[in-house]
């Protein structure tokens, strides 16, 4: 890549992409291109073709969804799979028709079926159903690495494209929500235990048994893997994945218990009353866990311990709440 070829992150402000942000400017020589999604609608496809027309990018990061907890999938499903559809398909296809030879799609770990083997690997993906709760983002996500795919098969050769998918764990970390209700495990956590530190409260009771096992990356290890995984060569890349089968798990490499988990964020937090659980709430899958041999055989690694994360995760809550 040209030294000052622009560099298009697609979902800056949101948590991935301002973390991929955060990557890339720490490297020298990348232009960035970001717009906000006041400044460009990625379900506009006459804006997103008209807006890569003037950019011309040479790269792209596309980390914009529409993305949201359990509740939201449910509630809006509809809004799930077209918004999520539109803005694969136009960023894809507008990258395509502009000149971009490389591009990094993210996914996310629910594209795989509902009871895959654990550690779930990448061939995982289309053996079985999948979790119902999220199936239409999950399908707009298998479709935006068959899009990538696809546009490989019939133009990588001809016109030189090469377009990459990665599938992402839990991830955590700086731009995280803490809304009470509709957050991920981890801030939620991280808010419960805060207020219980606050107002000394004795206990904290959580969901479920505690004993399902999850796995949970630190975002900036997310953005480092994304950033390795773009600029792996084309060869190497090659040879570790399939046409038909390109994409690649971003993990940890290890998983927890909710139980260890609630457990050292109190730790990180400074809560020190006690913790109980209610096994009469749904637990989930007992275990979803990432094989990442593919990714790591590549020669990449997490770098950042739970116990390092989560300390910079109550900074970043502590922050936001303006404290
Ligand atoms: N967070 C996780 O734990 C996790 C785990 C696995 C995979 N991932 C994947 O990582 C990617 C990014 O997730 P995230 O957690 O960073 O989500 P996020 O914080 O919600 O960020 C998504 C970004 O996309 C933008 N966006 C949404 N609709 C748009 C549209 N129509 N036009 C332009 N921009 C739009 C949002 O802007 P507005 O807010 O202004 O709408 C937001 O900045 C997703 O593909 C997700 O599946 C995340």
């Not at 298009?8 to 020298?28: C, D, E, F, N, T």
């Not at 509902?114 to 550690?119: E, M, S, Y």
């Not at 979790?131 to 690495?145: F, Q, S």
């Not at 992402?168 to 939620?188: E, F, K, R």
Request: hydrophobic share 40%; charged share 15%.
């Amino acid at each position: 890549m040209p030294s000052q070829a622009k560099i298009y992150v697609a979902g800056h402000r949101g948590m991935v992409g301002s973390a991929i942000v955060r990557q890339l400017q720490a490297l020298p020589a990348a232009t960035l291109i970001t717009r906000t999604h006041a400044e460009l609608d990625l379900c506009n496809q006459a804006a997103v073709q008209e807006f890569f027309r003037q950019e011309k990018p040479a790269q792209v990061y596309l980390a914009a969804a529409k993305v949201g907890g359990i509740h939201a999938n449910n509630t809006y499903p509809a809004d799930f799979i077209y918004q999520n559809l539109m803005m694969q398909a136009n960023v894809i296809d507008a990258a395509f028709r502009n000149g971009v030879q490389k591009l990094l799609f993210l996914g996310s770990s629910c594209i795989y079926p509902r009871l895959a083997p654990q550690p779930m690997r990448e061939d995982a993906l289309l053996t079985g159903p999948l979790e119902p709760t999220n199936e239409p983002y999950a399908i707009a996500k298998i479709a935006g690495i068959k899009l990538c795919e696809s546009y490989n098969r019939q133009y990588g050769e001809s016109q030189g494209i090469d377009y990459r998918s990665v599938m992402p764990t839990n991830l955590y970390g700086p731009g995280d929500n803490y809304h009470p209700q509709n957050s991920h495990v981890i801030p939620a956590l991280i808010r419960r235990f805060h207020e219980a530190k606050l107002t000394n409260a004795p206990s904290v009771t959580i969901w479920g048994s505690g004993t399902p096992k999850r796995e949970f990356l630190y975002v900036d290890d997310m953005a480092a893997a994304s950033v390795f995984v773009m600029n792996l060569p084309k060869d190497v890349y090659d040879q570790h994945t399939a046409p038909m089968l390109s994409h690649i798990n971003v993990g940890y490499g290890s998983d927890i218990t909710i139980a260890e988990l609630a457990q050292a964020v109190s730790q990180a937090i400074g809560y020190s009353g006690q913790i109980t659980f209610d096994p009469t709430q749904p637990d989930g899958s007992p275990r979803k866990l990432m094989d990442s041999t593919r990714l790591n055989a590549l020669g990449w690694q997490a770098k950042i311990s739970l116990e390092q994360g989560l300390a910079l995760a109550c900074q970043d809550f502590m922050h936001q709440i303006g404290l």
